[in-house]
């Protein structure tokens, strides 16, 4: 089994998609984006306003972010979880193993809020959001086999709503962004 799933891991670095799928994959992710603009909006948890801090903070943010949480969660929640599209896997065992890969990917926000002592990560419209994005990354990693276009998506999902959408605020613990 560990076999399979390094397999899996490698498989998923491994794999570029084609032109094709990347642009199915990009529409899946623009009509993401479109709903949690309009979520995000009609809410209040989201608006205009730029990240406020040092010009090094904003510099090594995006890189950071790329890291945690993009790379860490996508390995964990897709290349671990879900079976590369190489794998013989029916579409019942992918359709629970996506199931168990988004319930512990949102899971994973409160226990980081509850942790890291930040309430956006308890916020039902942050989890509806989060929601929504793993099932976009989770639909356009079975998609590509690639792990480099649901990274990509999370990535830059995380960094617009920080630098951009007011997100850093709600980071924000005793006045500083970590």
Same mark, same amino acid.
Do not use: D, N
């Given at each position: 089994m560990l076999n399979v799933r390094l397999r899996s891991i490698r498989?998923?670095?491994?794999?570029?998609? /084609?032109r094709r799928t990347w642009r199915g994959c990009l529409g899946l992710f623009g009509i993401y984006a479109l709903c949690a603009l309009l979520i995000g909006w009609a809410t209040g948890?989201?608006? !205009? /306003?730029?990240?406020?801090?040092?010009? +090094?903070?904003i510099a090594s943010t995006p890189v950071v972010l790329l890291v945690t949480p993009s790379l860490v969660e996508e390995v964990l929640y897709r290349a671990v979880l879900l079976p590369h599209p190489v794998e013989a896997a029916s579409p019942r065992t992918k359709l629970v193993w996506s199931s168990v890969s988004l319930v512990a990917f949102v899971a994973s926000h409160p226990v980081n809020g509850l942790v890291s002592r930040r309430a956006v990560f308890l916020d039902p419209?942050?989890?509806?959001?989060?929601?929504?994005?793993g099932i976009v990354c989770?639909? =356009?990693?079975?998609?590509?086999?690639?792990?480099?276009?649901? %990274? !990509?998506?999370?990535?830059?999902?995380?960094?617009?709503?920080? %630098?951009?959408?007011?997100? +850093?605020?709600?980071? %924000?613990? =005793?006045?500083?962004?970590?």
């Open positions: 498989l998923a670095f491994k794999t570029f998609p /084609e948890f989201c608006r !205009l /306003e730029l990240m406020k801090a040092s010009a +090094w903070v419209v942050f989890l509806v959001l989060a929601t929504l994005l989770t639909l =356009t990693y079975l998609r590509s086999g690639s792990i480099w276009v649901p %990274m !990509l998506f999370h990535w830059l999902t995380v960094v617009v709503w920080i %630098m951009f959408l007011g997100g +850093w605020q709600k980071l %924000m613990i =005793t006045g500083v962004w970590v």
